[in-house]
């Protein structure tokens, strides 16, 4: 397989970027407290009112601050390590690299549309161009026919947990769209924001995503082991988001009960659980096919 110069050089501007966004997210303070407005929509929004985020609400704001800590503690570091473990010719550091690119891709194409805008605008922009880049450079550079005949994970299990995967988000995502139609009102949670951008992007493209590998998978084509891997690694990353970001909200005095608090962070544990358990054994037959 071919190991173009630029891709490095792309991930490594991922790097940078993402821990000047990270580190000035996480870290950044100014005074200032949360305060009510009235959005367009005759609605009553609470916005986060301190920090790189005071533009959000304090629900996004907050959650932000844990996929900070998350992006600088974790994602940055598996970036690096993916990235050393495609320099050495592994088919595994490869493979790996494309996931958590994968995750970087997903996380600022969210900011850099989702966000409200602040001064790091541009530098979501930029991390955007570089992961998605630096993903689709992966992708078209992978030899795909090295992952046909692995026998690990077996087929069936990982094709059920793509189904599952997507079935969820269509679910999770979907009900409180149709029900807001329905209703002829916004969707929760939209408040002071235009549009729901989590909910297009895993609408459009993450849950079509996992039905098409599950059933590339069942056939046995290598792409749909190829295709499993972003997915997976993202379910895997997004479960410490999704705790951290809930401690955080939490934290900020966003009025949870104990059932939205648990359900979620469950959830997402139990998913990001077994997204690694096939992953690792997908990364191990990988490693010996190289």
């Given at each position: 397989?071919?190991?173009?110069?630029a891709l490095p050089i792309?991930?490594?501007?991922?790097?940078?970027?993402?821990?000047?966004?990270?580190?000035?997210?996480?870290?950044?303070?100014?005074?200032?407290?949360?305060?009510?407005?009235?959005?367009?929509?005759?609605?009553?929004?609470?916005?986060?009112?301190?920090?790189?985020?005071?533009?959000?609400?304090?629900?996004?704001?907050?959650?932000?601050?844990?996929?900070?800590?998350?992006?600088?503690?974790?994602?940055?570091?598996?970036?690096?390590?993916?990235?050393?473990?495609?320099?050495?010719?592994?088919?595994?550091?490869?493979?790996?690299?494309?996931?958590?690119?994968?995750?970087?891709?997903?996380?600022?194409?969210?900011?850099?549309?989702?966000?409200?805008?602040?001064?790091?605008?541009?530098?979501?922009?930029?991390?955007?161009?570089?992961?998605?880049?630096?993903?689709?450079?992966?992708?078209?550079?992978?030899?795909?026919?090295?992952?046909?005949?692995?026998?690990?994970?077996?087929?069936?299990?990982?094709?059920?947990?793509?189904?599952?995967?997507?079935?969820?988000?269509?679910?999770?995502?979907?009900a409180p769209l149709v029900?807001?139609?329905?209703?002829?009102?916004?969707?929760?949670?939209?408040?002071?924001?235009?549009?729901?951008?989590?909910y297009a992007i895993d609408?459009?493209?993450?849950?079509?995503?996992?039905?098409?590998?599950?059933?590339?998978?069942?056939?046995?084509?290598?792409?749909?082991?190829?295709?499993?891997?972003?997915?997976?690694?993202?379910?895997?990353?997004?479960?410490?988001?999704?705790?951290?970001?809930?401690?955080?909200?939490?934290?900020?005095?966003?009025?949870?009960?104990?059932?939205?608090?648990?359900?979620?962070?469950?959830?997402?544990?139990?998913?990001?659980?077994?997204?690694?358990?096939?992953?690792?054994?997908?990364?191990?037959?990988?490693?010996?096919?190289?």
């Open positions: 397989m071919t190991r173009p110069i792309l991930v490594g501007s991922v790097v940078l970027f993402a821990l000047i966004a990270s580190v000035v997210g996480l870290f950044s303070r100014s005074s200032g407290t949360p305060y009510s407005t009235t959005t367009l929509r005759g609605q009553t929004a609470q916005i986060y009112g301190q920090g790189l985020y005071r533009f959000d609400t304090v629900f996004f704001g907050a959650g932000f601050k844990g996929q900070d800590a998350v992006i600088l503690f974790l994602g940055v570091p598996l970036l690096i390590i993916a990235l050393l473990w495609y320099s050495r010719g592994s088919t595994a550091g490869h493979l790996l690299l494309l996931g958590v690119l994968a995750y970087f891709l997903y996380v600022y194409a969210s900011m850099a549309v989702g966000a409200a805008y602040n001064s790091l605008f541009l530098i979501y922009v930029a991390a955007f161009a570089a992961s998605l880049y630096g993903f689709v450079l992966s992708f078209s550079t992978f030899d795909i026919q090295s992952l046909a005949g692995l026998s690990s994970p077996p087929r069936a299990p990982l094709a059920a947990f793509m189904i599952f995967a997507g079935v969820v988000t269509l679910g999770v995502w979907g029900t807001a139609l329905l209703s002829r009102s916004a969707p929760d949670r939209i408040d002071t924001y235009t549009t729901m951008v989590t609408l459009a493209v993450i849950t079509p995503a996992t039905f098409l590998c599950a059933a590339l998978v069942f056939r046995g084509d290598p792409l749909g082991y190829f295709i499993a891997v972003p997915l997976l690694t993202l379910i895997i990353l997004l479960a410490p988001q999704i705790v951290l970001s809930t401690v955080f909200q939490r934290a900020a005095g966003v009025p949870f009960s104990v059932g939205e608090m648990i359900g979620p962070i469950a959830g997402f544990v139990i998913l990001g659980a077994v997204a690694a358990g096939l992953l690792v054994p997908l990364l191990r037959a990988s490693a010996h096919a190289t």
